[in-house]
Each structure stands twice: as structure tokens, then as C-alpha cells.
């Protein structure tokens, strides 16, 4: 079983929303951190996107700030992602990854085999 899958990537267009799921198996929703990270084509790393604590406190990279939001719903075992008034550079590879303990390092989490996000303009 799969412990992190991400789905709900597609294309849209500038301005428009979407939501991505990370079905979450394994890990317990109440005692990891989880968060977010996308990537693209030439990046060099993956970039931080955002993450939520056990307790649900959010922070967000100052690229998103304001128009990403990130839950999680316990009885679906499931992180959501939601992206409001996106622009052509969120386009990436999005991730959710999980460490036990925040914030997120990367060589230590545990990930998620991305969903594709293409915002046209």
C-alpha cells in the first residue's frame, strides 16, 4: 500500500482554482507534519510550498501566501491543497510529503508520486 497519493492535477487557466488531494495511508494525520512541495523541469530542489502541524497550525511559502490553503480531513485520512487565483509559474509537479516531526526536511520525508499542475495564461 502506498502511504502518500496525490491526485486532482490538471490544466486551467490563469486565475482559475484547484484543489489537490493526498490520500494518506500509514501515517497518522494527528502526530506527523505534512505538507507540500512542487517541482519543475529546471529546478534544482523541490520547492516548499507550504506544511500543517499535528496540531493544524499552516505556514506557507511567500510565493502562495494568501491564495494556497492547506487541511486535513481525519476521517478521510486525506491533505488537501487548495489553490486559488492561480498563475502560470505554480505550474510544476506537486507533491505531499510527511516527517514526524516539523518543519519538513527533505531528505527525511517520506513522499508522494506528484500530480501535474499547468496553469495556461
Known amino acids: 500500500q502506498v502511504p502518500l497519493v496525490e491526485s486532482g492535477g490538471r490544466s486551467v487557466q490563469t486565475g482559475g482554482s484547484l484543489r489537490l488531494s493526498c490520500q494518506v495511508s500509514g501515517f497518522d494525520l494527528k502526530r506527523h507534519c505534512f505538507g507540500w512541495f512542487r517541482q519543475t523541469p529546471t529546478s534544482y530542489e523541490r520547492e516548499h510550498v507550504g506544511q500543517i502541524t499535528p496540531d493544524g497550525t499552516t505556514a506557507y511559502a511567500n510565493s502562495v501566501k494568501g491564495r494556497f490553503t492547506i487541511s486535513k480531513e481525519l476521517a478521510e485520512n486525506t491533505l488537501y491543497l487548495q489553490m486559488d487565483k492561480l498563475k502560470p509559474e505554480d505550474t510544476a509537479m506537486y507533491f505531499c510529503?510527511?516527517?514526524?516531526?516539523?518543519?519538513?526536511?527533505?531528505?527525511?520525508?517520506?513522499w508522494g508520486q506528484g500530480t501535474q499542475v499547468t496553469v495556461s495564461s
Open positions: 510529503a510527511s516527517t514526524r516531526t516539523c518543519p519538513i526536511m527533505r531528505d527525511r520525508a517520506d
